[in-house]
């Protein structure tokens, strides 16, 4: 099932989260139209400001590869040494950058939940009304 293996494949790259900092561990799977997944992880930074999300550490892997269509993104994330508790929700600036990429009617974001396995948003659920490429454009 793709919501599993993306958690699976997400749970991987959490392992090689950079987070001497904040202590809490991100991974990300994100999977293009075409198939392929890219994986990112948290990359922290002692002068704080240039660490990097997990979910946009995928997203500027698969970009910079060329793949420009998107399906959906796993996201698990927690303490290090615990096992992910609560959802760890995409932050405003990785929202932001999906909204670049992504339709929000469509993309999926698929954050692992203790309770029940996973629950899966569109972009659009969890970025209401959000500016993208299309309020650029004369025709909207
Ligand atoms: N973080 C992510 O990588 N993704 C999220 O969805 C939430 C937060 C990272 C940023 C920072 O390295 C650490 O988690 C604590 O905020």
């Given at each position: 099932m793709k919501e599993r293996e993306l958690i699976r494949l997400a749970h991987e790259a959490r392992q090689r989260a950079y987070a001497p900092y904040s202590g809490f561990q991100v991974g990300a799977a994100l999977l293009t139209k075409g198939g392929k997944t890219y994986l990112g992880c948290n990359i922290e930074n002692a002068a704080y400001s240039p660490s990097n999300c997990a979910e946009r550490t995928a997203f500027f892997k698969a970009i910079s590869e060329g793949e420009t269509e998107f399906e959906a993104i796993a996201v698990v994330g927690g303490k290090a040494g615990e096992k992910p508790g609560q959802m760890c929700t995409p932050c405003g600036v990785c929202r932001?950058?999906?909204?670049?990429?992504?339709?929000?009617?469509?993309?999926?974001?698929?954050?692992?939940?203790?309770?029940?396995?996973?629950?899966?948003?569109?972009?659009?659920d969890l970025f209401p009304l959000g500016f993208g490429p299309g309020n650029l454009r004369k025709d909207g």
């Open positions: 932001q950058v999906m909204m670049e990429f992504c339709s929000p009617e469509t993309f999926q974001i698929i954050l692992e939940d203790e309770n029940r396995g996973y629950q899966v948003f569109t972009l659009g």
